[in-house]
T-cell receptor, first 111, second 116 residues
Framework: SQKIEQNSEALNIQEGKTATLTCNYT??????LQWYRQDPGRGPVFLLL?????KEKRKERLKVTFDTTLKQSLFHITASQPADSATYLC??????????FGAGTRLTVKP | GAVVSQHPSRVICKSGTSVKIECRSL??????MFWYRQFPKQSLMLMAT?????????EQGVEKDKFLINHASLTLSTLTVTSAHPEDSSFYIC????????????FGNGTRLTVT
């Protein structure tokens, strides 16, 4: 069966450090992968999309890598700030154009 | 940017009643909308995929007669929880695409349903 796994339920880091979140998937052949941010009581907000032919993508302090051999994406936040504290979700599209999400990693950046 | 409005944000209803949740794309046309359910500290569980003008595609285990989805126009989809029970209490979130395949989803801010 198809699975999307985010290895850490929670991640605590110190302000200024780099946060690295992992997304692994099984039984998908994705043409792309997406990352979202969700704050408590709110809907997710799209952050980045990376295509299968892209190894890396950056947006400001965010960097995403995509390794289709390892079936893994890494999401990095450099120079992290307390405002980056949120839950981060990776998402893949299934065969029926349905978007599915990993369980998320709850990031806490401590000042 | 693309905005999705979801209403109401919170609703409390009595067991046995029905509740309708609206999801509107405000500045774009959404041919596909998705409905998710989220329990506390858990991820989004896809309930159904809704295409404008056709019947929704429900995920396995989601009762289509209980969770009625209507996508009558390119800017509006509704989810009606019929004969609600306390176990239906949850956070329901809709999302929509403003373009086709591989475009990001735009989410509403969710509806917190409490059934007493």
């Amino acid at each position: 069966s198809q699975k999307i796994e985010q290895n850490s339920e929670a991640l605590n880091i110190q302000e200024g450090k780099t946060a690295t979140l992992t997304c692994n998937y099984t039984n998908y052949s994705p043409a792309y992968l997406q990352w979202y941010r969700q704050d408590p009581g709110r809907g997710p907000v799209f952050l980045l999309l990376i295509r299968e032919n892209e190894k890396e993508k950056r947006k400001e302090r965010l960097k995403v890598t995509f390794d289709t051999t390892l079936k893994q994406s890494l999401f990095h936040i450099t120079a992290s700030q307390p405002a980056d504290s949120a839950t981060y979700l990776c998402a893949l599209e299934g065969n029926n154009n349905d978007m599915r999400f990993g369980a998320g990693t709850r990031l806490t950046v401590k000042p | 940017g693309a905005v999705v409005s979801q209403h109401p944000s919170r609703v409390i209803c009595k067991s046995g009643t029905s509740v309708k949740i609206e999801c509107r794309s405000l500045d774009f046309q959404a041919t596909t909308m998705f409905w998710y359910r989220q329990f506390p500290k858990q991820s989004l569980m896809l309930m159904a995929t809704s295409n404008e003008g056709s019947k929704a595609t429900y995920e396995q285990g989601v009762e289509k007669d209980k969770f009625l989805i209507n996508h009558a126009s390119l800017t509006l989809s509704t989810l009606t929880v019929t004969s609600a029970h306390p176990e239906d209490s949850s956070f329901y979130i809709c999302s929509a695409r403003d373009r086709g395949y591989n475009s990001p989803l735009h989410f509403g801010n969710g509806t917190r349903l409490t059934v007493t």
